[in-house]
């Protein structure tokens, strides 16, 4: 079984940042939001007139098109990355370990056995041990 870090291995991020006329900055999530949503939220919150809903509504669509395109070129340098990988490398990767360490319980430490978690990032996913 392939580790988390060759799964997920320079994975990519669907978050798109985008200026509006150069003064309106929104964040935008390439597979979860919604263009006609944005902009109508964006002519709302920042006070713009209704005739400029479709500009925005526009200006997201190419936004998010070239997103989507940027997305995908790097999730195929991603897997093209993992393919040209050492083999020796990548066997290293997928058999090795991971130990997260959390201090241990004295009168000078909080307890922290109710908040421990296996999850250690988005490269490495989770630990197969807790210390």
Known sequence: MAHAAVSTYM???????????????CDFD????????LAHRLVKDEGLPED???KVEE?????VKQGKIELEQAEEARKKAIE???PKQREAVE??????????KTPDTPDVNNMK???IN????????LM
Request: aromatic share 20%; with cysteine.
């Open 95 to 104: 058999n090795m370990k991971v130990y997260k360490f959390y201090p241990v």
């Open 59 to 63: 200006f997201l669509k190419e936004k």
């Open 52 to 54: 400029e809903r479709e």
């Open 11 to 25: 994975r990519t991020s669907s978050l798109a940042c985008f200026a509006f006329a150069g003064e309106i900055v």
């Open 30 to 37: 390439l597979e979860w939001d919604d263009c006609k949503v």
């Open 122 to 129: 988005r490269y490495y996913g989770g630990a197969h041990y």
């Open 84 to 86: 040209d990988m050492d």
């Open 117 to 119: 978690s296996r999850y």
